[in-house]
C-alpha cells in the first residue's frame, strides 16, 4: 500500500499533466462581467454566446501549465488537487497583458478596401469587424468615409480576469491520452479511431479530414506532442482510400404478351417457316418483271 503521502502527491497537478479540465472564464471591465470561455452549457446561454454546431460542453482535455491560458492563469493551476474547485481574480498583467496604445493604427479606408476579407460579397465593415493585416488580427474600434482605426490588442487586455478551474480527472490511460491530444490540436477526436499495439500508436483518420487543410496544419503538433506524451517508438497515421463498386445496372424484366381474356379462343401461332419447308410448302417466288426495251 502506497505512503499517504504519494497518494496525496498523485491527487496534485503538476506541470505537463494532462485532465480533463471545467472551468469558467470572465473578463472584467466597467463593471460588468463578458465571458471569454467556458465548459458549461448553461453559463454560455445565460452570456447569449453563440452555439457551435456539434460542440460538446463539459471538462476539456487541459494540459496544465501550458499555453491555452495565459501564463498566469496556466501557473493557478499548478498544484491543483483534483477535485476541488479554484476561484481566482488575475490582475490584467497576468491575464491577456495591458492595453499598449501604440498596437492601435490608422489606416485609409482605400488600404482596407484592398484586403482580402473586404472583397467578399458578404463583407462588412463596421466597429466590432475583426481584420488581418499583415498577418495580425485586429478589431475596428472606430472608422469615417477616409479612415479606419484598428485595435491590435487582444480582446481582453487591460482586463481583469475571474475563472473558476476544476480538475475532473487525470487523463492517464495511453490510447485516451492520444484522443486528447488530438482534441486539443485539431479537433473532432471521436471521429479518428486511435490504436496502440506493441507500444506503436496508430492513428486512422475520418473521411472529412483527409483534405482538410485544417488538419495538415495541425497533424505535426499532433505528433510531436504524441511523441512528448506518450513516448511511443513510432506514430503511423493511416490514410485510408477505398475505391468504390462500380454500380450494377439493373436487369431488364422480360415483356410478355398480355393473357387472353377468359373463354375467348387462343390466337393462331404460325408456324416457323422450316415446319412448312419440310411439309413441302415452299413459299412461291415472287413474280419477276423484266423491263421491255
Keep these: 500500500m502506497p505512503p499517504e503521502g504519494a497518494k496525496h502527491h498523485a491527487a496534485v497537478t503538476r506541470a505537463g499533466d494532462l485532465v480533463r479540465l471545467d472551468y469558467d472564464l470572465w473578463a472584467e471591465v466597467g463593471g460588468r462581467r463578458e465571458i471569454v470561455d467556458t465548459t458549461h452549457q448553461e453559463v454560455a446561454q445565460e452570456a447569449k454566446v453563440p452555439e457551435s454546431p456539434g460542440h460538446v460542453w463539459g471538462p476539456r482535455p487541459h494540459f496544465i501549465g501550458g499555453d491555452y491560458f495565459p501564463s498566469g492563469v496556466e501557473n493557478a493551476l499548478v498544484g491543483l488537487p483534483v477535485g476541488e474547485e479554484l476561484e481566482k481574480e488575475f490582475a490584467p498583467a497576468d491575464a491577456f497583458g495591458e492595453r499598449d496604445p501604440n498596437l492601435i493604427e490608422l489606416f485609409s479606408m482605400h488600404q482596407i478596401s484592398r484586403l482580402p476579407e473586404m472583397r467578399r460579397e458578404d463583407a462588412h465593415l463596421d466597429v466590432g469587424t475583426v481584420l488581418t493585416i499583415e498577418g495580425r488580427r485586429g478589431r475596428v474600434v472606430s472608422l469615417t468615409q477616409a479612415r479606419v482605426r484598428v485595435d491590435f490588442n487582444p480582446p481582453f487586455a487591460g482586463r481583469k480576469v475571474v475563472g473558476k478551474f476544476k480538475v475532473t480527472e487525470p487523463i492517464t490511460e495511453p490510447a485516451e491520452q492520444v484522443r486528447a491530444i488530438v482534441e486539443l490540436q485539431y479537433g473532432r477526436s471521436a471521429e479518428f479511431q ?100
Design 194 to 293: 486511435v490504436e496502440i499495439k506493441d507500444h506503436v500508436v496508430s492513428l486512422k483518420l475520418p473521411e472529412r479530414s483527409k483534405f482538410d487543410i485544417n488538419w495538415l496544419a495541425a497533424k505535426p503538433r499532433v505528433i510531436d506532442r504524441i511523441r512528448s506524451q506518450v513516448h511511443p517508438p513510432s506514430v503511423r497515421v493511416i490514410e485510408e482510400y477505398v475505391t468504390p463498386a462500380p454500380a450494377k445496372e439493373p436487369e431488364k424484366a422480360a415483356v410478355s404478351a398480355p393473357s387472353p381474356p377468359e373463354g375467348a379462343p387462343a390466337a393462331e401461332v404460325p408456324a416457323p417457316a422450316e415446319t412448312k419447308h419440310a411439309e413441302g410448302k415452299h413459299p412461291k417466288p415472287a413474280a419477276r418483271h423484266e423491263a421491255s426495251g
